[in-house]
């Protein structure tokens, strides 16, 4: 059982790799025609805004394990630069949701359309029965065994 579980985590570890890698690519690739306009740390602060939906600073800020302060500190930043804005709450006027903006969505498609490619290609090689038991361990994998990141929607992305 052990090299079966050594076999699947060098397999899954593959995959996850690959993922980022062709995203880095990529973003390397149009870095080359313009500057870079967002850090490292600017980066994981939008994917992490995306995938929260419409987060306040202060869920943004205890998702991402940092002070309030410094969570506005990044999110004004990122507001200068045009990939974030903040939206008031129609329920409480003191309150701001963060929403990402068409700028940001182009960035963030680069990674969007790989993975929508590679969904194409299983959808191409694996029979509807094994595409739909692998899309039923994902939702296990995502709703079950992944308690420590909550997202909205029960984890499932827009």
């Known amino acids: 059982m052990e090299k079966n579980n050594d076999t699947l985590k060098n397999a899954f570890s593959r995959v996850y790799s690959k993922?980022?890698?062709?995203f880095y690519q990529e973003i390397f690739a149009r870095f080359q025609a313009r500057e870079?306009?967002?850090?490292?740390?600017?980066?994981?602060?939008m994917e992490s805004i995306q995938a929260l939906g419409h987060p306040t600073i202060n869920e943004f800020a205890t998702f991402m394990?940092?002070?309030?302060?410094?969570?506005?500190y990044k999110v004004n930043s990122l507001v200068k630069k045009g990939y974030v804005r903040r939206e008031q709450s129609p329920t409480d006027r003191r309150e701001y949701h963060l929403e990402v903006t068409e700028k940001y969505m182009e960035?963030?498609?680069?990674?969007?359309a790989y993975v929508s490619t590679v969904m194409d290609r299983i959808s191409d090689r694996f029979s509807p029965e094994d595409a739909s038991k692998f899309e039923e361990i994902l939702k296990v994998i995502s709703e079950e065994l992944m308690p420590e990141v909550e997202l909205p929607g029960n984890g499932a992305e827009e």
């Open 107 to 112: 960035y963030y498609n680069i990674s969007r």
């Open 65 to 72: 394990r940092i002070s309030s302060p410094n969570a506005a």
């Open 19 to 22: 993922f980022k890698l062709h």
């Open 36 to 45: 870079a306009s967002l850090t490292t740390v600017e980066t994981f602060c």
